[in-house]
């Protein structure tokens, strides 16, 4: 071996003549990059990574019943907004539910309309910079405590709550293990 060149005969500019044209087989693993026709844009679209007040995050929204059990998740950037989540969660249940209880980031007018077209109650407290405050019912809020109860049980899983997957595919794979566990409980409960 000499030095600077690796095994074999291959050279830094193997792929290319020195004229400025590519050959006709100029991709046969000379590099770890993709084919210059893929136009592929590796980064944080795979990743659901965003910048947001508390650093470079994500977010994970979840759906669950009234006893506080999840049924799906969503990983958004942590730059999104709440409310984008909605649409991806709302049309997952097979019945629809009597209630919505939610947190403020969700306080949008297109998102009541839609729970008020739905016939599902609008359990969400307005934002403080609303103009026209919007009453919800307070003690059916109250059992929005669930769903938090339950974040404090899957962040029990150390690789959830530091999140050390790179690929959102293999981060929402722990969140459903941690989730399977969870739901173990109320099965051998029962």
Partial sequence: MERGRGLGDRRCDAGRDHGGHWPLQ????????????????????????????????SKLHCLADALGRPIAFHLTGGEAADCKAYYALIDLPERAPDALLADKGYDADAIRADLAERNIAAVIPGRSNR??????????YK???????MFGHIKINRAIATRYD??????????????ARYWLKFVHAA
């Fill in 26 to 57: 100029h991709r046969q693993h000379h590099s770890p990059r993709p084919c210059l026709g893929s136009r592929r844009k590796r980064g944080t679209h795979r990743r659901a990574l965003g910048r947001s007040r508390g650093g470079f995050t």
């Fill in 131 to 140: 103009r026209v405050k919007i009453d919800h019912d307070r003690p059916l």
């Fill in 143 to 149: 059992q929005r405590n669930r769903i938090e109860r």
């Fill in 166 to 179: 790179q690929l959102a595919n293999s981060f929402l794979g722990m969140v459903h293990i941690a989730t």
